[in-house]
């Protein structure tokens, strides 16, 4: 009966948000500006960008932005593409950053951070106003030309850090027994589960990927404050900005003032009279007025494509509503495989893992395509574990300095709840069987040691083929790829240098090295973007009805809080790591 109404319910939503997005599609077309219902880009136009809202690699688009009703749900690659647009467009007077909480991944940041360095080459400004800004908030705020901190403004420099929760206790409590099976020293997924700290080796490739990335981050805030990077170093390590005025003395901001003192600026820059309104417009508005798609396409031949394919997400085996889903994806690589108008195949990764055997059914798919067409590999915030597995078959692989990858290595998990049931809820089990292992894995008991060899055996095996195949990828001796993998993570700089990857670079370089390979001119082909995206119509409606990932999150942090959800959402993501696992043995996140 729950699911008929919660079925009812779903339907009822549905033909609601379509009546009410076809009026407003009409409304909008009816009052909309001369480009094709688009309201018309208004002169000395302000982009205002305050990066709150998470970014996806890839977006979803919005029927009404196209007729400037509502933004666009931007992905990196247009936040990308729209910032080279506006570096050309006249009627784009400049930037105005408004960063506190960034929605990004590192890597994603560095790429975003990299396009404003390039946008101020056009001439134009680009400004910063901070209140309040984190780490990676001034991350991004240090490519503008001038900083603008309010007179009792925070800044937090003081280096990258982060605490995980270990679930030990509250097991033993249970008494609900994590049965655990691994390869690699390093391969520390599972450690959340059986230990209450970190152990030593995970505790070493943490420290050693957070100073990594964190070098990336000073080398890039240093050269454009134009600091040393040494100085910028020890205002970190030190913490020494605890004040405005103390930022603005040792050159991480310009000026101390507040927003409406830049407004100032601004109409003084753009000959705007005070009782005059500023035209600032968001990047996701921006995007919805602007024809990327048709921009991207317009002078290549359509029968040289080259087909970036979006692998995101988790992976598991069959198909998937959120993430890589083995039965989604391969059929996508083989159809473009399969295309005698795609010359070369960019296979664009940010995935953590997951699912072994569904890596394996990936990575098999791009080795096919790689015989008949060059397949290169764009690494986006992380493609570690069976995130790098489907990428190892690749000709080339490109990733950031500041992209997580490696961690090759395989684990599986198995949990005992025989005792919880029996001895807290007084529920007792029995069973029959036809032979010695007819019953395994079962979640009532404990594995017999029998049931453990033949796990570990079936592990081991694992590791054995994924580093054997990555060996093959890479072309290395199998024993030179072990002595890196053992499920180690490895920022894009180091992987460079012990030889996971080949180049440092954008999805762009990937294309650009593609399009080289295929033979192609620079302006001689049509990029084709796959898989088709979801209607954006079922995404709204699994987040009014609390179906997708996010809306159960989100509802998580309301209902317990930021930390006791995070240790609540960590217990529920283990429901989903029982079996063989090739996954990042940790999440990131920055601010």
């Keep these: 009966m729950k699911q008929f109404f919660k079925t009812v319910l779903a339907v009822m939503t549905a033909m609601t948000l379509f009546w009410t997005f076809a009026i407003l599609i009409v409304v909008a077309a009816a009052v909309g500006g001369s480009e094709g219902g688009k309201k018309p880009l208004e002169e000395k136009t302000i982009l205002k960008l305050d990066f709150s809202e998470a970014i996806a690699d890839r977006g979803k688009e919005n029927p009404l932005a196209k007729f400037g009703a509502g933004d666009e749900r931007a992905g990196l690659d247009e936040v990308l593409r729209a910032l080279r647009h506006a570096a050309k467009d006249d009627k784009v007077a400049g930037i105005v950053m408004t960063p506190r909480l960034v929605q990004m991944g590192m890597a994603s940041s560095q790429a975003v951070r990299q396009e404003l ?72 997924a599972v450690e959340p589960f059986i230990l209450d700290k970190m152990s030593d080796a995970n505790r070493e490739q943490t420290m050693a990927l957070l100073n990594s990335v964190y070098g990336v981050m000073i080398k890039d805030m240093a050269t454009s404050r134009k600091l040393a990077e040494a ?36 109409r003084k820059k753009l000959d705007v009279k005070e009782e005059d309104k500023l035209h600032y417009m968001s990047l996701g508005s921006y995007i919805g007025r602007i024809d990327l798609k048709k921009e991207e396409n317009k002078d290549g031949d359509d029968d040289k494509r080259i087909a970036v394919i979006y692998a995101e997400g988790g992976i598991t085996s069959g198909k998937s509503d959120e993430g890589i889903g083995s039965d989604d994806l391969v059929p996508v690589i083989r159809k473009a495989r ?25 990575w098999r798919e791009v080795v096919l395509a790689n015989k008949v067409k060059p397949v290169v590999v764009s690494m986006g915030d992380v493609a570690a574990s069976g995130g790098y597995y489907i990428a190892m078959g690749a000709r080339k692989i490109f990733a950031q300095p500041n992209t997580i990858t490696g961690s090759i290595g395989v684990f599986g998990m198995f949990f005992n709840v025989g005792p919880f049931f029996t001895n807290k809820m ?14 395994y894995p079962e979640a009532s008991r404990k594995l017999t040691p029998a049931e453990g060899a033949l796990t570990q055996r079936f592990i081991d095996q694992i590791y054995g083929t994924f580093t054997t195949k990555a060996a093959e990828g890479r072309k290395m001796p199998v ?66 009805t609390g179906e997708s990932d996010d809306a159960k999150a989100q509802a998580l942090v ?34």
Excluded: C, H
Aim: charged share 30%; hydrophobic share 40%.
């Design 117 to 188: 360095v390039n946008f101020r080459k056009s001439g134009k400004f680009v400004k910063a106003f901070g209140d309040v800004m984190t780490e990676g908030a001034y991350y991004l705020a240090s490519a503008a030309d001038e900083i603008y901190l309010a007179p009792e403004g925070i800044v937090e420099i003081n280096g990258l850090g982060g605490s995980q929760a270990f679930l030990k206790g509250m097991f033993a409590k249970l008494e609900i027994e994590p049965q655990i099976f691994r390869v690699g020293t390093y391969k520390a």
């Design 231 to 266: 100085d910028m170093r020890r205002i970190s390590d030190s913490m020494l900005v605890r004040d405005a005025q103390t930022a603005k003395r040792l050159g991480v901001v310009d000026k101390v003032g507040y927003y409406d003192e830049l407004e100032s600026w601004l």
């Design 338 to 362: 399969l295309d005698k108008k795609v010359k070369a195949i960019v296979l664009r990764v940010n995935s953590p893992g997951g699912d072994a055997l569904a890596s394996d059914l990936i």
């Design 426 to 439: 007084g529920i007792t089990f029995d069973r029959v069987t036809t032979g010695t292992f007819s019953d």
């Design 479 to 544: 024993e030179q790829l072990r002595a890196v993998a053992e499920g180690r993570v490895w920022s894009g700089t180091d992987a460079k240098r012990i030889g996971l990857i080949d180049e440092l670079g954008t999805l762009d370089d990937a294309v650009a090295e593609a399009a080289k390979m295929a033979k192609l001119g620079k302006d001689d082909y049509k990029l084709r973007r796959m898989p088709e995206q979801k209607d954006m119509f079922e995404d709204l409606i699994k987040d009014l």
């Design 558 to 591: 309301k209902l317990l809080g930021p930390e006791q959800a995070k240790a609540v959402q960590l217990y529920l993501n283990a429901q989903k790591l029982q079996g063989i696992q090739a996954r990042l043995p940790f999440e990131v996140e920055w601010r």
